[in-house]
């Protein structure tokens, strides 16, 4: 157990910068395409090299052959447009509060759950949870937004992402059962890659990127794509996915300060309310409100899986 906060904190640390990254990336020169085809191609590079070393080229190719299907549905569903979603999203609004809009997807993932899963069960705390984080939703877009009406639009577009994110979640539990977590991490980045990459040759920059947009894009693609998901992937195997879902709730906070500390972002009230609602909502759709002996419901099991 004395290793679980390091690994917590780490991925946390580590998912929560991607919003710093992607801010840096953006203004830097790099179109949202672009950015995201090339953050999904090099991770997938860095984790077929980490299954080429765990098991060799031959069966890691294998195993990718044997999940395409699934891999192609959560790449372009889970991976390729929420990517895109949030990058644009970060055009108009700071990164903590890109943050704060996506740590709904375990909402979503709930009430796609309800109607996809049917073994899901509704109890009215997941009901009340919901209702919460819509309201921090709308307490986040709505609330003196500094950007005026394209603020509001950045800010919807990270929770339609959100949305996409839960619908790969859901596609993953319906489809994928021994699949290894790795490789589906390996073949989700591979396929988002190269659905971006069509779009990208029309967003090519016209100038080049800065050095601070380089330096994030491959911060963004090792820290926060490829590393954080084998860090994901060992804590899930050590603890579980109850303990690991922690994370969604440390995840918003790092983002918020590195935002403040690193690129002057200002922390509002609204944003301050919105987090706190959502996190409620979550809390009370997750079952993590519902006493020390009880067992979450496992929605976020893979809402932070990618």
Not at 193 to 221: D, H, K, M, N
């Amino acid at each position: 157990m004395t290793r679980y906060w390091p690994l917590l904190f780490i991925l946390a640390a580590t998912w929560g910068a991607s919003y710093l990254f992607i801010k840096v990336a953006v203004e830097g020169g790099l179109e949202p395409a672009p950015l995201m085809a090339a953050r999904a191609l090099i991770a997938a590079a860095i984790l077929f090299a980490y299954l080429a070393r765990s098991m060799g080229v031959s069966r890691a190719a294998d195993e990718l052959r044997a999940a395409w299907r699934p891999c192609l549905a959560i790449g372009a569903v889970g991976a390729a447009l929420p990517f895109w979603l949030v990058a644009w999203g970060e055009t108009h609004i700071d990164s903590g509060v890109a943050s704060i809009a996506q740590s709904t997807v375990p909402i979503f993932t709930l009430l796609l759950g309800w109607r996809f899963l049917p073994h899901e069960r509704v109890r009215p705390a997941q009901i009340v949870g919901i209702g919460v984080g819509v309201l921090g939703v709308a307490v986040l877009a709505g609330v003196d937004p500094s950007g005026g009406g394209w603020a509001v639009a950045g800010t919807l577009a990270v929770v339609l992402s959100s949305l996409s994110y839960a619908s790969g979640n859901v596609i993953g539990k319906r489809n994928v059962h021994d699949t290894p977590g790795p490789v589906l991490a390996t073949g989700a980045m591979l396929a988002a890659g190269c659905y971006l990459l069509v779009p990208a040759l029309f967003q090519l920059p016209q100038e080049t990127p800065t050095a601070g947009a380089i330096a994030s894009l491959l911060g963004l693609a090792v820290l926060g794509t490829a590393i954080a998901q084998l860090v994901f992937y060992r804590a899930l195997r050590l603890y579980g996915s109850h303990r690991v879902s922690l994370v969604a709730y440390l995840m918003p906070a790092f983002a918020l300060g590195y935002g403040a500390v690193l690129l002057d972002e200002r922390i509002t009230v609204a944003a301050i309310a919105g987090l706190a609602l959502i996190l409620l909502g979550v809390a009370l759709g997750s079952g993590a409100l519902r006493g020390r002996g009880a067992q979450p419901s496992p929605e976020v099991e893979r809402a932070v899986s990618l």
